[in-house]
């Protein structure tokens, strides 16, 4: 009897696991999944209404995995910009990262490249499906206020995949002041952060030292390429 006992124990022990695997059976892992460290938030090219993907940190991308480090197709990923609105703003539609730019300009076909994007303005979020592998791709574009306000925390935005909080991230801001793309403008802005001591976020572009020349070479990179030469119509108020 004892060893019928025991062996009905570990039945039902086996059970319940085998329960509980299928029970987080693609719910997104915090652990297993892959968050950028960061989003800079972009302009776009007037000329072709791509965003300005290419700059350093604009083109991120988040893999949702399940506890069994199984790719999740199609989840809802959201880029939570929430934290950040002190000084930051996105577009109210992101009507122009339908293409990222650097992959047009590689296929030179728009339809292989497109990638959905949506806007969900009361929440100052971005969301996007994964794809088969459990991919879901951004190119964000924002800026920043006339006035440049209070600076965001470090880490202040969040990634979301199904309504789970798989991380947080640093945002940057190439178009500082969101108007007229990124222009001399902005520079001056960004060396007034730089100046200040104070590492603010939105101009720490590689995440790495606080603002530093690195991140100015970042800027000088973007604002060289002219891939963001306009800012948004409207944003997310």
Known sequence: M???VRKAAVLAACGVFFGAAVAFAGVPSPGNSTIPLRINLVGFDIGSGLAGGGASGATVSVT???LANNPIPNSSVVLDFSGCTSDTRIDDTQAYDVVLAEEFSRIGDPSATATH???ICGTKSVLALTDGAGVATFAVVGGGYG???AAHAAGAGKVWADGVLLGNTGVGTYDQNG???VTGADLSRWLGDFVSLTNPDR???NGVGGVTGAD???WLGVFVSLASNASSA????
Not at 234 to 237: G, M, N
């Open 2 to 4: 004892t060893g019928l």
């Open 203 to 205: 101009s720490d572009y």
């Open 147 to 149: 006035v440049a306000g």
């Open 234 to 237: 409207s944003y997310c108020l």
């Open 117 to 119: 994007m949506s806007v």
């Open 179 to 181: 108007v007229g793309g």
């Open 64 to 66: 949702v995995r399940d």
């Open 216 to 218: 100015l070479s970042l």
